[in-house]
């Protein structure tokens, strides 16, 4: 297996623009998590997907952060409009069962906004 | 508040000698706990776990002690190679919850 696919590796924008980060979890995983690391929070969970369906999104900062998860092989997070505060790393992990198991997280997009 | 505190931001080590890398939590219900090893420009992957039923699990090179009156948790690397040079992240969960990560240590080990 390939593991955990994201895109784009990197991302510069400017402020103001609509940034959508994809992501492609280990097929046969039920489970998704969004994560973003920064130097001041370390790695903090945004939102986590359990059979496609968002189970806790009690992470995501506000209501520019949006995310989706149409099918199993696939998700998206949305940030319309970015701001520079967003720059970080965003992960994607994908883990068997309900999302208690051990995670596999994918390479990250650092997304940087001017 | 952070549930899971990793202290030491940065430690550096020589080559051949013992890494000891600590995290802190408050949640007195956190049952299972890993360690995750980051590499510059890739995903954290998963190193070593523990359940709050043992206070030791071995894993070649690496051992995790849980010490739960304590509320601590350490990773030993034993001996340490200039390969283990990698932010290392504590993460915590209790039953049924998902797990919390603290906000890890950066491993130089020097050869």
């Known amino acids: 297996d390939a593991g955990v696919i994201q895109s784009p590796r990197h991302e510069v924008t400017e402020m103001g623009q609509e940034v959508t980060l994809r992501c492609k979890p280990i097929?046969?995983?039920?489970?998704l998590f969004w994560y973003r690391q920064t130097m001041m929070r370390g790695l903090e969970l945004l939102i986590y997907?359990?059979?496609?369906?968002?189970?806790?999104d009690s992470g995501m900062p506000e209501d520019r952060f949006s995310a989706k998860m149409p099918n199993a092989s696939f998700s998206t997070l949305k940030i319309q409009p970015s701001e520079p505060r967003d720059s970080a790393v965003y992960f994607c992990?994908?883990?068997?069962?309900?999302?208690?198991?051990?995670?596999?997280f994918g390479p990250g997009t650092r997304l940087t906004v001017l | 508040d952070q549930q899971v505190k990793q202290n030491s931001p940065s430690l550096s080590v020589q080559e051949g000698r013992i890494s000891i890398l600590n995290c802190d939590y408050t949640?007195?219900?956190?049952?299972?706990f890993l360690w995750y090893k980051k590499y510059p420009a890739e995903g954290p992957t998963f190193l070593i776990s523990?359940?709050?039923?043992?206070d030791k699990n071995e894993d070649g090179r690496f051992t995790v002690f849980l010490n739960k009156s304590a509320k601590h948790l350490s990773l030993h690397i034993v001996p340490s190679q200039p390969g283990d040079s990698a932010v290392y992240f504590c993460?915590?969960?209790?039953?049924?919850?998902?797990?919390?990560f603290g906000p890890g240590t950066r491993l130089s080990v020097l050869p």
């Open positions: 992990a994908s883990s068997r069962g309900d999302g208690r198991n051990e995670q596999f």
């Open positions: 097929s046969g995983h039920n489970s």
């Open positions: 997907f359990n059979n496609n369906v968002p189970i806790d």
């Open positions: 949640n007195s219900m956190f049952d299972y």
């Open positions: 523990i359940s709050s039923i043992k």
């Open positions: 993460a915590a969960r209790a039953y049924g919850q998902n797990f919390v």
